[in-house]
């Protein structure tokens, strides 16, 4: 049944970033469809993930499968309420084909790790994992809205006007959205870890194991902050902000991807 | 008598530039002209356009070639005012349904020198209103100018023939579009007086801009331009100060050398805090240092990058008009036909009684003669079949003439012509 339910979502989504590259490129007037689809697509999301969780209970989310799951599920939700101020069909057009790909993966990869022993079902678990996920569903967007910069950019810059372009917000516009879904993901992301290493502090008793998902996050951290500081003292913004941006996000879906499979650790199934 | 669309006129095309000024028609005395051309006995509704690509009358006459005669001699005397040389080889002449998509095609912007321009539409409109004050228009002009208003609208909706800015300053105002959300709180600055800034600072100032700056060699110029276009002036010693409060840098100088050095940006960008500017150098000569464009979260554009965004937009136009000839014609056949109505009721009567008349005297003269024993019965019999055969006769071409829904522009008023003339039915 959830197995369905997220085949049946990544479809939609496919079908989706279809209609989205569609109205991008044939200049299909309205940008109706392809979000009414997306909220279709988000609707049975939900109930996949629902039924998911009444039945497996949140701390699946160890599970690899059932975590892309949720993480994309943060991020559709985040950009369809943008959606509500911004509406900027071409951040559909890659959160759509990335949605797709997230939860294609999530029944591609399937399981993975361990069960999360009982010990650790506390109220800490839902709380480090949704706002850590809230934090890669901000960058993940903010990585969406930087690959649209750096296409709109080098189409100014090499003087190579299309009609796509025009469907394109202004770089002003793409580089502001940018910083404020970093201003929230940076935040969102500092609380995750902290949350993360209390958690840790108060279950094993060291708040910092050199675990390699707290390495690599730290690394991200490291670089978001640093280009949060850039841009604010130094304006470190457009083309370079965005690709930090996107290199930010790679080192964190790496990781996510296929970090825990390489260096088994407390993230990736070892909890004792 | 049936009215016919007929236009005279010459273009851009179809003459030179002196050509077309010799005839044009001032303003002022559109008013006159049109009463005067009302006056030939031919013309039963007129209409004048008179832009710089064309001078056209459309008129409503009965009479097709008589009409043709008189535009073209009221033409003539037009131009005799001005210097003497026939017009003959550089006018064009358009009748029925080839004359209404004549004018759908000029509403539609497809036969203008820029296709997809929006101001012919604007114009036809103006022209249109003198000729309705004037009371030159009728009926027929009247719905035939109004369809050629929303035949244009349609093609503006339905194509993208006005998509794509082809003026040099619209193309820089869609660029500023594509690096700056808003301009409102954007300063441009202008280096130069010449008369295109001028022209691009104004259009600027329509989609937001309020802070100008402007620097001239001579300050009394940048002064006087200032106060035009409500900026503020500025010593051109000074400029390279002021230079990091831009957003936009519009270079009309002419000058020879460079004025601006990519190092120069490159140190306000940093003062900047890396805030985007765009660089339009717009004189014939380069005054902004090309390496400019090289720099992070800075645009230079010079004219020729301007004018080739234009090239390609017409062609990206020149496109477009396929999908908008398709739509005039049809709608052309819609008009047409609804013209060719408006004879068509009264000629379908007209052959009915025709039919009815010989019916009834060959009946009276038979029943008066060879049939006169005949019973009461038997002579209602000889009324009911005689009716028939009229009726069946007629119902073939009669509902052909309805339909008339041709295939290609064909001109439904050529049957009714044809009717009336091979029965005889001209307007007692």
Same mark, same amino acid.
């Given at each position: 049944m959830d197995a369905l339910l997220v085949k049946l979502t990544a479809v939609v989504y496919l079908g989706v970033a279809v209609s989205?590259?569609?109205?991008?490129?044939?200049?299909?007037?309205?940008?109706?469809?392809?979000?009414?689809?997306?909220?279709?697509?988000?609707?049975?999301?939900? *109930?996949?993930?629902?039924?998911?969780?009444l039945r497996e209970g949140f701390a699946t989310v160890a599970v690899?499968?059932?975590?892309?799951?949720?993480?994309?599920?943060?991020?559709?939700? *985040?950009?369809?309420? *943008?959606?509500?101020?911004?509406?900027?069909?071409?951040l559909g057009a890659i959160v759509a084909p990335l949605a797709f790909l997230m939860t294609f993966a999530a029944f591609a990869v399937g399981g993975g790790a361990g069960e999360i022993p009982p010990g650790l079902q506390t109220f800490w678990l839902p709380l480090h994992v949704t706002l850590a996920f809230l934090g890669n569903a901000m960058f993940a967007l903010a990585f969406g809205v930087s690959v649209i910069y750096l296409l709109q950019e080098r189409h100014l810059k090499h003087k190579k006007l299309t009609i796509l372009m025009k469907r394109f917000p202004s770089l002003e516009s793409l580089d502001g959205l940018n910083y404020r879904l970093l201003m929230w993901g940076f935040p969102l992301m500092t609380l995750g870890i902290l949350t993360g290493s209390l958690w840790a502090g108060i279950h094993w008793g060291d708040y910092w194991s050199w675990d390699p998902r707290q390495i690599s996050s730290g690394l991200a951290w490291l670089l978001y902050g640093a280009l949060l500081h850039g841009r604010i003292t130094a304006g470190l913004r457009g083309k370079k902000a965005a690709l930090l941006t996107m290199v930010g996000f790679c080192v964190v879906?790496?990781?996510?991807?296929?970090?825990?499979? *390489?260096?088994?650790?407390?993230h990736g199934g070892r909890f004792e | 008598m049936q009215k016919q669309i007929v236009i005279v006129g010459l273009n851009h095309r179809s003459a030179p530039i002196e050509v077309r000024e010799s005839v044009a028609f001032e303003n002022v005395y559109v008013r006159e002209a049109l009463v005067h051309l009302r006056d030939y006995p031919s013309i039963d509704e007129g209409v004048i356009l008179s832009t710089c690509n064309r001078v056209e009358v459309i008129a409503a006459a009965g009479d097709v070639r008589s009409a043709f005669d008189d535009i073209n001699g009221f033409l003539a005397q037009q131009k005799a005012q001005r210097h003497a040389?026939?017009?003959?080889?550089?006018?064009?002449?358009?009748?029925?349904?080839?004359?209404?998509?004549?004018?759908? &095609?000029?509403?539609?912007?497809?036969?203008?020198?820029?296709?997809? /321009?929006?101001?012919?539409?604007?114009?036809?409109?103006?022209?249109?209103?003198?000729?309705?004050?004037?009371?030159?228009?009728?009926?027929? !002009?009247?719905r035939l100018f109004h369809r050629s208003f929303s035949v244009a609208k349609r093609v503006r909706s339905e194509t993208g023939i006005g998509s794509g800015a082809v003026s040099v300053s619209s193309i820089a105002v869609d660029l500023a579009k594509r690096i700056f959300d808003?301009?409102?709180?954007?300063?441009?600055?202008?280096?130069?007086?010449?008369?295109?800034?001028? !022209?691009?600072?104004?259009?600027?100032?329509?989609?937001?801009? +309020?802070?100008?700056?402007?620097?001239? &060699?001579?300050? $009394? #110029?940048?002064?006087?331009?200032?106060?035009?276009?409500?900026?503020?002036?500025i010593r051109f010693e000074d400029f390279p100060r002021y230079l990091k409060m831009a957003d936009l840098v519009i270079g009309c100088a002419g000058a020879p050398e460079i004025l601006i050095a990519a190092a120069t940006v490159e140190k306000i960008l940093r003062e900047r805090k890396q805030k985007a500017m765009f660089f339009i150098d717009i004189g014939d000569r380069r005054n902004f240092d090309a390496k400019i464009n090289n720099l992070d979260n800075v645009y230079l554009y010079n004219i020729d990058d301007l004018k080739s965004v234009a090239e390609e937009n017409l062609q990206e136009r020149a496109?477009?008009? $396929?999908?908008? /000839? @398709?739509?005039?014609? $049809? $709608? %052309?056949?819609?008009?047409?036909?609804?013209?060719?109505?408006?004879?068509?009721?009264?000629?379908?009567?007209?052959? &009915?009684? #025709?039919?009815?008349?010989? &019916?009834? #005297?060959?009946?009276? +003269?038979?029943?008066?003669?060879?049939?006169?024993?005949? @019973?009461? /019965?038997?002579?209602?019999?000889?009324?009911?079949?005689?009716? %028939?055969?009229?009726?069946?006769?007629?119902?073939g071409p009669i509902s052909q003439l309805r339909k008339s829904s041709p295939e290609e522009l064909e001109d439904p008023t050529l049957y009714v012509a044809a009717l009336k003339k091979l029965f005889d039915l001209e307007d007692k």
């Amino acid at each position: 049944m959830d197995a369905l339910l997220v085949k049946l979502t990544a479809v939609v989504y496919l079908g989706v970033a279809v209609s989205y590259f569609f109205h991008l490129f044939r200049g299909a007037s309205a940008s109706r469809l392809p979000t009414a689809l997306l909220l279709g697509g988000f609707l049975i999301h939900s *109930i996949a993930l629902t039924s998911l969780f009444l039945r497996e209970g949140f701390a699946t989310v160890a599970v690899m499968g059932d975590a892309l799951l949720f993480n994309s599920w943060l991020m559709v939700g *985040i950009y369809l309420l *943008i959606q509500l101020k911004y509406p900027l069909a071409v951040l559909g057009a890659i959160v759509a084909p990335l949605a797709f790909l997230m939860t294609f993966a999530a029944f591609a990869v399937g399981g993975g790790a361990g069960e999360i022993p009982p010990g650790l079902q506390t109220f800490w678990l839902p709380l480090h994992v949704t706002l850590a996920f809230l934090g890669n569903a901000m960058f993940a967007l903010a990585f969406g809205v930087s690959v649209i910069y750096l296409l709109q950019e080098r189409h100014l810059k090499h003087k190579k006007l299309t009609i796509l372009m025009k469907r394109f917000p202004s770089l002003e516009s793409l580089d502001g959205l940018n910083y404020r879904l970093l201003m929230w993901g940076f935040p969102l992301m500092t609380l995750g870890i902290l949350t993360g290493s209390l958690w840790a502090g108060i279950h094993w008793g060291d708040y910092w194991s050199w675990d390699p998902r707290q390495i690599s996050s730290g690394l991200a951290w490291l670089l978001y902050g640093a280009l949060l500081h850039g841009r604010i003292t130094a304006g470190l913004r457009g083309k370079k902000a965005a690709l930090l941006t996107m290199v930010g996000f790679c080192v964190v879906l790496g990781y996510f991807l296929w970090g825990d499979s *390489i260096f088994p650790s407390r993230h990736g199934g070892r909890f004792e | 008598m049936q009215k016919q669309i007929v236009i005279v006129g010459l273009n851009h095309r179809s003459a030179p530039i002196e050509v077309r000024e010799s005839v044009a028609f001032e303003n002022v005395y559109v008013r006159e002209a049109l009463v005067h051309l009302r006056d030939y006995p031919s013309i039963d509704e007129g209409v004048i356009l008179s832009t710089c690509n064309r001078v056209e009358v459309i008129a409503a006459a009965g009479d097709v070639r008589s009409a043709f005669d008189d535009i073209n001699g009221f033409l003539a005397q037009q131009k005799a005012q001005r210097h003497a040389e026939p017009l003959d080889d550089h006018v064009y002449t358009y009748e029925g349904a080839e004359a209404v998509r004549h004018l759908f &095609r000029v509403a539609a912007s497809l036969d203008s020198m820029v296709i997809g /321009e929006p101001q012919i539409l604007g114009q036809l409109k103006q022209y249109y209103d003198a000729a309705q004050q004037a009371g030159t228009v009728g009926a027929v !002009l009247h719905r035939l100018f109004h369809r050629s208003f929303s035949v244009a609208k349609r093609v503006r909706s339905e194509t993208g023939i006005g998509s794509g800015a082809v003026s040099v300053s619209s193309i820089a105002v869609d660029l500023a579009k594509r690096i700056f959300d808003r301009f409102d709180d954007k300063t441009v600055m202008l280096i130069g007086a010449g008369k295109i800034g001028d !022209l691009m600072a104004r259009h600027l100032q329509s989609h937001g801009v +309020k802070n100008l700056m402007v620097t001239n &060699r001579t300050f $009394e #110029r940048a002064v006087s331009l200032a106060e035009k276009i409500h900026g503020n002036p500025i010593r051109f010693e000074d400029f390279p100060r002021y230079l990091k409060m831009a957003d936009l840098v519009i270079g009309c100088a002419g000058a020879p050398e460079i004025l601006i050095a990519a190092a120069t940006v490159e140190k306000i960008l940093r003062e900047r805090k890396q805030k985007a500017m765009f660089f339009i150098d717009i004189g014939d000569r380069r005054n902004f240092d090309a390496k400019i464009n090289n720099l992070d979260n800075v645009y230079l554009y010079n004219i020729d990058d301007l004018k080739s965004v234009a090239e390609e937009n017409l062609q990206e136009r020149a496109s477009e008009a $396929e999908k908008a /000839e @398709s739509i005039v014609l $049809e $709608e %052309a056949q819609t008009f047409v036909r609804w013209l060719g109505s408006l004879e068509q009721v009264p000629t379908i009567t007209a052959l &009915r009684q #025709r039919f009815e008349e010989i &019916r009834r #005297r060959e009946i009276e +003269k038979s029943l008066g003669g060879s049939l006169k024993d005949l @019973s009461a /019965e038997q002579r209602a019999a000889v009324q009911d079949m005689t009716t %028939a055969m009229v009726n069946k006769m007629l119902h073939g071409p009669i509902s052909q003439l309805r339909k008339s829904s041709p295939e290609e522009l064909e001109d439904p008023t050529l049957y009714v012509a044809a009717l009336k003339k091979l029965f005889d039915l001209e307007d007692k």
